[in-house]
């Protein structure tokens, strides 16, 4: 079984930067809210990347991975919450 995973565009408040966001449904229910990092105060090797700045259930982590696309996001939450409970 797989879940539908859907994307919303969504400008994010965070210190003027990093505001390109993007909430990730799974099944219409919110799961995480991801940003491009754009600021100036990130290593550019990072700069593009996409940061998972919330996670909810199974998907609130301590250290997120960054991704390089929303739909590589999409992919690690869907993976996230098909994971079995340990």
């Not at 696309?69 to 939450?77: H, K, L, N, S, Y």
Request: proline share 5%; charged share 25%; glycine share 8%.
């Amino acid at each position: 079984m797989t879940l539908d995973i859907s994307f919303q565009p969504m400008r994010v408040l965070i210190d003027g930067h990093d505001s390109d966001g993007r909430l990730i449904l799974a099944d219409s229910q919110l799961a995480a809210v991801i940003v491009r990092l754009d600021g100036e105060t990130h290593n550019p090797e990072h700069k593009g990347q996409w940061y998972l700045e919330a996670g909810f259930g199974k998907c609130t982590i301590r250290v997120a991975p960054l991704f390089r696309t929303p739909e590589e996001a999409g992919a690690w939450v869907e993976q996230t919450l098909m994971r079995k409970a340990v």
